[in-house]
């Protein structure tokens, strides 16, 4: 969940975190493969305030304390498995089809932290992936994320339906093996076209044939009922919801389907979901990623044997695009889209990781690729089964219409083309044999004021989600990072204060 922004959406990454390794992963280099609902207690609240001057400085209103009656929890909560930080678990029965309540019902995990000081409702918290389990990530972050904001609140997180042991989640699961495989290469004609879709279908078959009611409700649409399942379980109070990269998009899920029952919300490092022109969103992600390359090659500009980069880049991806280029090391080959995800990734890390970037730039354009090789994982841009992301995100239709995408995108991001967008992330749905249930659309009107927050491209993409509701504001961070909450303490402190008396920070804010 914490690693750079093209691997926000696992359909435009290049590497993941591992399964079931609990805490967040550390910010990769670039030579890794690319690509707090409070429950709020029911009563009278005031809209969110933005905060200036003294504003800042006030302590809760009383209308916030008289918004604090406790309202009746109806989970059984005792000590999680393995628990060593006093975390308390329940379960939660919920259909596996929201459209079949009296149907098949699957278990979700809930876990608690309760607050520290008097709870003042409960804070709902999931951190994306899709799949990070909830439960184990809280109980790692425990001591340096929510120490604060635990004197006044409850943080409650749950592990996804069908994320199971594979991916260190307690909930049901979906049995079958998660692959990372290669994006497949754009199709060459309708043939292609065709072979792309049969190969995807048999992968996705693999997975679906073990639970086919499972498989075709993992959208976040469907997370998005889990999270009002939970809020009612917790007793009904409005919902404020942290929601970190993926979980972004269950967030916007979330209040398309019950916008009355927001109260906060955070979107953290995450994109839009929440848009009727979808082709422009693709260009916005495009454009991101240009800029990312555009921000290496200014500072390149000023520093001796990198003044000439940006000329060398694009010559370099023109003849990788007509012959791959050897990584002799790894006895492998990049095309021009290959080496383009991987600079996306690595100019997004910052200056710390610009000057190993130019080099391995020059080393390729003088015949070996070697430096792009990924020190861990699949050598090649990846991307993992797409159960969630396949749901979430149309895919082409045809041939004709994934070339004028791609033609379109390559225009507006003439260094970075289409690499880590969802153009070269939804070539795995492709033939998917669950349709898109969870389109993006905007959100509707009556939402309370939402909260943003990101760095470099994120900020900018939550923003197009944000300003759809007024009032709302977005944190920004210009720099590198995904999310903002667990390392940046100038966001959290704004976060915090949303999230506990409504109070939104002034716009612009910068951190």
Same mark, same amino acid.
Request: hydrophobic share 45%.
């Given at each position: 969940m914490l690693t750079s922004i093209t691997v926000a959406l696992t359909l435009l990454s290049g590497s993941a975190p591992a399964p079931g390794t609990g805490a967040p992963p550390p910010e990769p280099s670039h030579r890794t493969s690319p690509a707090l609902a409070l429950a709020h207690p029911t009563g009278t609240h005031q809209a969110a305030t933005r905060t200036t001057g003294t504003q800042q400085a006030t302590a809760r209103t009383t209308a916030t304390r008289q =918004? &604090? =009656?406790r309202t009746t929890d109806t989970l059984d909560w005792r000590s999680c498995p393995a628990d060593k930080i006093g975390m308390e678990c329940a379960e939660l029965q919920? $259909?596996?089809?929201?459209?079949k309540p009296d149907g098949r019902r699957i278990t979700l995990k809930v876990g608690r932290l309760r607050a520290t000081g008097t709870s003042e409702g409960s804070l709902l918290v999931a951190y994306g992936g899709p799949g990070a389990p909830g439960i184990a990530m809280t109980q790692s972050a425990a001591q340096g994320w929510w120490t604060d904001l635990r004197r006044r609140m409850d943080i409650v997180t749950w592990d996804t339906r069908g994320y199971g042991e594979q991916f260190g989640g307690l909930s049901t699961g979906l049995p079958c093996t998660w692959t990372r495989l290669p994006l497949p290469a754009f199709p +060459?004609?309708?043939?292609d076209f065709g072979r792309l879709s049969? +190969?995807?279908r048999g992968y996705a078959e693999a997975c679906r044939a073990k639970d086919p009611e499972l498989f075709a409700h993992m959208s976040s649409a469907d997370h998005a009922r889990d999270m009002e399942a939970i809020r009612k379980a917790l007793g009904g109070a409005k919902l404020n919801y942290y929601g970190a990269s993926y979980a972004g998009f269950y967030g916007q899920a979330y209040a398309r389907l019950f916008p009355g029952q927001v109260r906060t919300m955070v979107l953290d490092g995450t994109w839009s979901h929440s848009t009727a022109d979808f082709s422009? *969103? @693709?260009?916005?992600? +495009?454009r991101s990623n240009q800029e990312a390359l555009d921000r290496f090659f200014d500072w390149c500009a000023g *520093?001796? *044997?990198c003044r000439a980069v940006r000329a060398q880049w694009r010559r370099l991806v023109a003849r990788a695009e007509r012959a791959p280029v050897p990584a002799k090391r790894a006895g492998i080959a990049y095309t021009g889209r290959d080496l383009q995800a991987f600079a996306v990734s690595a100019a997004r890390q910052g200056v710390k990781a610009w000057p190993e970037l130019a080099a391995d730039i020059r080393a390729a354009a003088s015949g070996d690729a070697s430096g792009f090789v990924p020190g861990r994982g699949l050598r090649y841009p990846d991307q993992a089964t797409g159960v969630t992301e396949c749901a979430d995100w149309p895919r082409p239709a045809d041939r004709s219409e994934l070339e004028a995408v791609i033609a379109r995108l390559r225009r507006a991001a003439p260094d970075s083309g289409t690499a880590n967008t969802l153009v070269t992330g939804t070539l795995g749905c492709v033939g998917w044999p669950v349709p898109v249930t969870n389109p993006p659309a905007p959100l509707p009107k009556g939402l309370p004021p939402l909260l943003g927050a990101g760095a470099w491209g994120e900020s900018d993409a939550v923003q197009r989600v944000i300003q759809q509701v007024p009032g709302s504001a977005v944190v920004r961070h210009e720099g590198p990072g995904h999310t903002l909450y667990g390392t940046n303490t100038c966001a959290r402190a704004h976060i915090n204060r949303y999230l506990t008396d409504r109070? @939104? $920070? $002034? &716009?612009p804010s910068t951190c």
């Open positions: =918004a &604090t =009656a919920v $259909p596996v089809d929201w459209q +060459a004609d309708d043939a049969d +190969a995807n422009g *969103e @693709l260009v916005a992600m +495009a *520093e001796g *044997e109070s @939104l $920070p $002034p &716009t």
